[in-house]
């Protein structure tokens, strides 16, 4: 039988070896996750995940899971939306994400339910949030359709998915963007996180991650109906909405 294979950005790998190699990406830079993101993005990523979870309707007494969710940026912004009567679960299939992001939340005063689980086979109940939200993660997943059917399994009627994740820029900016992806952010997460590959296969990741119209057919396939899509930064980030219905 001939083994499954899937992208490790620009290599083709065992389907089974991506999440270990992915794994050590993010065991590496995780002390310098948040301090990268803010460097690369010239802190244009927190005002993407404010817009995300402003999209996402969700208010006080809402559940909201969110998957792949790391430091907890998103987390955080979801709990004070809300409030106490709400709930707010922050996954990771990463550790050491997952450590830096519970004590972040800690110091923030915020306590909530935060657990290993891989975004592909939930650990959660049929029908159970009104919101999910996966940001700069799907991307990374080794069997991207397997995880959107298990993020609708687990919506509520009427419940919405935000998958926030980088995209196709527009064409005319095309080449400043690969230059700028393939030349200096390698340098830059060389000089900062001490480690230049981790940020090389980060710009080799989204160029074969689908695109806008591709991720939203995905969607659909998924069950997910009503799908749309709003570009941010000209389509260097895109925010894709879908609901179950």
């Not at 290599?11 to 190699?21: A, F, V």
């Not at 991307?139 to 995880?147: D, H, L």
């Not at 952010?185 to 074969?208: F, M, Q, T």
């Not at 396939?221 to 570009?231: K, L, Q, S, T």
Request: aromatic share 8%; proline share 3%.
């Amino acid at each position: 039988m001939t083994e499954k294979s899937t992208d490790f950005g620009y290599q083709r790998i065992p389907e089974d070896d991506k999440s270990r190699r992915v794994g050590d990406v993010f065991k590496g830079v995780a002390s310098r996750y948040d301090l990268m993101n803010d460097l690369m993005s010239a802190g244009l990523h927190r005002l993407w995940k404010r817009y995300a979870v402003a999209q996402s309707l969700v208010g006080s007494g809402s559940r909201v899971l969110d998957v792949a969710g790391g430091t907890g940026d998103l987390a955080r912004l979801f709990a004070h939306r809300v409030g106490a009567h709400g709930q707010v679960i922050l996954t990771d299939v990463n550790a050491s994400m997952l450590a830096i992001g519970r004590d972040r939340l800690l110091d923030d005063g915020l306590v909530m339910p935060i657990v290993r689980c891989d975004g592909e086979k939930l650990p959660f109940p049929v029908e159970h949030f009104d919101c999910v939200c996966v940001a700069f993660g799907l991307r990374n997943m080794t069997r991207k359709e397997a995880a959107l059917a298990e993020m609708h399994r687990v919506l509520k009627a009427g419940g919405r998915l935000l998958v926030l994740e980088f995209s196709r820029v527009w064409r005319p900016l095309a080449p400043l963007y690969d230059a700028y992806s393939f030349q200096v952010l390698p340098r830059l997460g060389k000089l900062v996180a001490n480690d230049a590959e981790a940020y090389r296969y980060l710009a080799e990741s989204i160029r074969v991650h689908p695109d806008q119209e591709q991720l939203k057919q995905m969607m659909e396939d998924a069950g997910f109906e009503r799908v749309d899509y709003f570009n941010l930064a000209a389509g260097v980030v895109a925010l894709h909405r879908g609901y179950r219905l």
